[in-house]
Nanobody, 116 residues
Framework: QVELVESGGGLVQAGGSLSLSCAAS?????VGWFRQAPGKEREFVAR????????AYADSVKGRFTISRDNYKNTVYLRMNSLKPEDTAVYYC????????????WGQGTQVTVSS
């Protein structure tokens, strides 16, 4: 059983930056960030593998967001730059605990609001 706790959300003006953290209670393999805006379905944002050597991003955030991890701290980060109002959403992290496994663990989410 792995617990995930997100933090770092808040209110920021368009063009600003925020850094989110996802702290895990144990070891994780692939970790992903997802977001869900009001009235919309949850969507993929970014993911990172165990070593941090492989990352992937949604086209909508590519070049603006950076995912990274510190395995000593069991924490994954999402650095968000050049934020836009359309980035407003609840951001969730999710973890798979082994290679090829699905995301079996989810955090409670953290709100990010970008004002225009």
């Amino acid at each position: 059983q792995v617990e995930l706790v997100e933090s770092g959300g808040g209110l920021v003006q368009a063009g600003g930056s925020l850094s989110l953290s996802c702290a895990a209670s144990g070891r994780t393999f692939t970790v992903g960030w997802f977001r869900q805006a009001p009235g919309k379905e949850r969507e993929f944002v970014a993911r990172i593998n165990w070593s941090g050597g492989a990352t992937a991003y949604a086209d909508s955030v590519k070049g603006r967001f950076t995912i990274s991890r510190d395995n000593y701290k069991n924490t994954v980060y999402l650095r968000m730059n050049s934020l836009k109002p359309e980035d407003t959403a609840v951001y969730y992290c999710a973890a798979a605990v082994g290679p090829g496994m699905q995301y079996g663990y989810w955090g409670q989410g953290t709100q990010v609001t970008v004002s225009s």
